[in-house]
């Protein structure tokens, strides 16, 4: 039935709120586990927030906090939930590491004796651009031509 295939994808996420103590922290671990034995559903904990007397604040002033104090306790727990857990901040890392890594390996599937001949340009489409300290668009890079005589 419909109603079977919903309850068989839903998957609840468990933020604790208003976290005063570390050991608070287990119950949201407790909690997943009972969640899981007594209802047979999977539950993801994704963190805690401590208790912030920002986040007060901002309800006083009727502001979310994220707006009203970003770099609060309450703040950067929030954000660090979202980067790991909404934007998969880790996986998206290793995706543009690959990325960056199949660029640099293309760039050096060219023959020796044409590098050789045309010096390596340094320019904003090298795969090393974003990382260079030493950028020196239109001139040839030093660091290039060093990487494919350590190559040898």
Known sequence: ?????????????????????REEV???????????????IEMDFWGAIPFDEKVREAAMLQRPFM???PGSRAGKALSK??????LDLPRLRRFLD????????S????REEQINKDPIICS???S???DCEYQNGGYPCGIRNLELILKD
């Open 98 to 105: 690959r990325k960056k890594l199949e660029r640099i390996l």
């Open 124 to 126: 904003v489409r090298c």
């Open 128 to 130: 090393y651009w974003d």
């Open 81 to 86: 939930i979202v980067m790991e857990n909404i």
């Open 67 to 69: 707006l009203h104090k």
């Open 107 to 110: 760039r050096l599937e060219v």
């Open 26 to 40: 287990a119950e949201g671990y407790s909690l997943r586990t009972a969640v899981g034995e007594l209802l047979a």
């Open 1 to 21: 039935s419909i109603y079977r295939g919903i309850v068989q994808r839903f998957q609840p996420r468990l933020i604790l709120n208003m976290v005063r103590h």
